[in-house]
């Protein structure tokens, strides 16, 4: 299950396919050191997304794969 209070590394760990979902939220800098060191409420905060609907999308994601 992913949180707000996750770090984008430890989505794309996860699964390197989470990549077009916060590229389609506007997040173009998955490789930025920052993506290794700031939650994604922070991240989201930073870029003016919606970080819950972009958690839920990110679960959504993780619940259909299975």
């Known amino acids: ?3 707000k209070d996750m770090r984008i590394s430890e989505i794309l760990e996860m699964d ?3 990549a077009p979902i916060f590229m389609e939220a ?4 998955l ?3 920052m993506a290794s060191m700031e939650s994604m409420e922070q991240a989201c905060a930073v870029h003016g997304i919606d970080v819950n609907a972009l958690v839920d999308r ?3 994601f993780f619940d259909n794969k299975e």
């Open 31 to 33: 490789g930025c050191a």
């Open 1 to 3: 299950m992913v949180t």
């Open 58 to 60: 990110l679960n959504e």
């Open 26 to 29: 506007g997040m173009h800098c």
């Open 16 to 18: 390197r396919n989470t």
